[in-house]
């Protein structure tokens, strides 16, 4: 009787969050506690290019974008001893492809049996001791027929028994997807992962049974209909975008971080000239997001070099203690360059070459826009949102509306400020919306773009009576909507974050602002600081809009957390990372 079933979770930023937030070892347990003498192996590794997780990423680019070699050569260096276990593949894997216009059912199946074909050799084992499990995450940004395209082919395969596989269409229906700081977003929150870990010790039971008796027989997981997540025009969210340098060319960096104790720090040169300072990622790449950094010059016909170089790489003995640096994609005035990837996962510098074909032709000048920052009131009310707003101006300026739970308030904005620039548009919307949660709409309506320019919008700051939003920044680089979400409590303070009946982990970056944290549970939920001194921290009674609780402050910052009817706290709710 085999005793031993390997488990490996491959996917995107949502099997990187079901890992993380404790989900894959509950799944485990509950398997063990329920099959005595089974002892299953959790196979999974994110963080670097030999990986089974890879965040932001599509699977129908894995064979030529290089995860699937990264998944391959992961597999193949593990023990023999692991190897030779029967494994189950738990697929948490159509985020991206669901985004995708024109993924066919065929198209996906075809690259999933080519793929499986690739991982099972890499194990040294057939079909029927790999059977895999699929799972449909309920991402956000679908586009098309694409998400139900995927399920159906999930569906086909589960029936075809020389694939063995099963379609768990019950594992992550319902979730609340709070995982970006408030329900419905595009990423699983902990109580989510648990859940899921919930219905998947059910699902696979008898498959993992089955393996451990060396039944190659695997039990079915029942398909019933299942109707595809709807389509929010949703821009996903991304870092802070920046502008660096002065000149017609354009390049443009993708920039992403494993931000720990601090986060990571770069500079850009170009011919062996740095262009600008030092610079500060933002981005998770974890969560799939990225800097967009615009490195602007004035560069001859011919060869050149950008290099970025990694300064203050910091490692504290794990690979959750390991800052590095990710460059995730670099175009020359619009145009992909031949190698524009790199993982830096120690300090010093990587060359990116790229060439210019022809002059550039001097553009017509348009009138230049002047840097003049706009304050602006729009609506009526006693609650107040404050956005900061500034422009890539180019041929006139950015143009945008605003809308309060899908209803538009004021009229087509203009906005004046140029972005780098020590100015923001100041917009002030008032309103009167009632206790729980809301949702403002910024839309960018008049992108615009030629020879030496890019007319673009920028979301710099949010707050909702005083409390900065859980998301406060975007950048628009082409026409559509971006949400915010704020939450009024019944109290009528502005809530950046909300806790839920769970046990909720807050994570606190510099440069947040003033934040505000309701029905937070001493004891039970966390405060995780990312960036700041604990040496500078204090804790004080306060009051703001005349509730009582406890706010938290950081000495030379401007920044602090206000946690209201919270009367005290231990040093076991705080994190610092």
């Known amino acids: 009787m085999t005793t031993d079933v390997n488990i490996l979770i491959r996917g995107q930023s949502n099997a990187l969050l079901f890992v993380a937030n404790g989900g894959a070892r509950e799944l485990e347990k509950q398997l063990e506690a329920s099959l005595p003498g089974v002892n299953v192996n959790i196979i999974q590794h994110y963080g670097d290019k030999n990986s089974t997780i890879h965040s932001g990423t599509a699977f129908l680019k894995w064979d030529t974008d290089g995860q699937q070699q990264g998944l391959l050569n992961y597999v193949k260096a593990e023990p023999a001893g692991i190897k030779d276990n ?28 080519t793929d499986a074909a690739l991982v099972r050799a890499a194990l040294g084992q057939s079909a029927e001791t790999t059977p895999y499990v699929f799972t449909y995450v309920p ?31 019950t594992a992550m229906t319902g979730l609340t997807m709070n995982g970006d700081g408030y329900a419905h977003s595009s990423h699983m929150g902990q109580a989510d992962a648990m859940l899921v870990a919930d219905r998947l010790s059910d699902s696979m039971k008898g498959i ?53 104790n601090g986060s990571a720090q770069y500079t850009i040169s170009v011919d062996g000239k740095q262009i600008g300072g030092i610079l500060t990622a933002s981005a998770s790449h974890a969560a799939g997001q990225d800097d967009v950094i615009t490195v602007k010059g004035d560069w001859g016909v011919g060869s050149h070099k950008v290099a970025v170089n990694f300064i203050n790489d910091a490692w504290g003995g794990t690979a959750a203690t390991d800052r590095n640096l990710h460059v995730d994609g670099i175009t020359f005035n619009g145009a992909a360059l031949s190698k524009d990837t790199a993982d830096l996962t120690r300090s010093g510098p990587v060359d990116f070459g790229f060439s210019k074909l022809v002059a550039s032709p001097s553009p017509t000048p348009a009138p230049a826009p002047g840097d003049t920052a706009v304050i602006k009131t729009i609506g009526a009310g006693a609650d107040t949102l404050v956005l900061k707003i500034s ?53 960018f309506v008049n992108d615009a773009s030629g020879t030496g320019g890019d007319r673009n919008l920028y979301v710099e700051d949010a707050s909702f009576n005083g409390s900065t939003l859980g998301k406060h920044e975007s950048s628009f680089k082409i026409n559509g909507p971006d949400d915010f979400h704020f939450t009024k409590s019944a109290d009528g303070l502005g809530l950046t974050f909300n806790g839920t009946t769970a046990r909720d982990v807050f994570a606190i970056q510099h440069g947040d602002g003033d934040v505000v944290i309701g029905n937070f549970t001493p004891g039970a939920d966390k405060l995780r600081f990312e960036g700041f001194d604990q040496a500078a921290m204090h804790k004080v009674a306060a009051s703001e809009g005349g509730i009582s609780g406890t ?6 910052t401007a920044e602090n957390v206000f946690l209201p009817h919270v009367t005290a706290l231990a040093a076991s709710d705080i994190i610092f990372a």
């Open 551 to 556: 706010l938290i402050i950081f000495d030379a």
């Open 391 to 443: 422009q890539d101006a180019w041929n006139g300026n950015a143009q945008y509306t605003v809308s309060i739970d899908g209803k538009q308030v004021g009229g087509t904005l203009t906005a004046g400020a140029l972005h780098g620039s020590d100015s923001e548009d100041t917009l002030t919307i008032k309103g009167d919306w009632g206790t729980g949660a809301h949702k403002m709409t910024v839309r």
């Open 139 to 169: 991402y956000n940004y679908a586009q098309g027929t694409s998400p139900k395209n995927i399920q159906e082919g999930m569906r086909q395969l589960s029936a075809d028994p020389k694939f063995n596989a099963s379609f768990d269409t």
């Open 86 to 113: 029967p494994t189950v593949t738990l697929w948490m894997h159509n985020e991206y492809d669901g985004n995708t216009y024109g993924v066919t059912t065929a198209n996906w199946m075809s690259e999933v049996k």
């Open 208 to 260: 993992v049974s089955g393996l451990a008796k060396g039944d190659a027989t695997t039990p079915p997981v029942a398909t019933p209909p299942v109707t595809p997540p709807a389509s929010t025009p949703i821009t996903p969210v991304t870092g802070v975008a920046k502008t660096i340098g002065a000149g017609a060319d354009s390049l443009v960096l993708k920039i992403s971080q494993d931000a720990w």
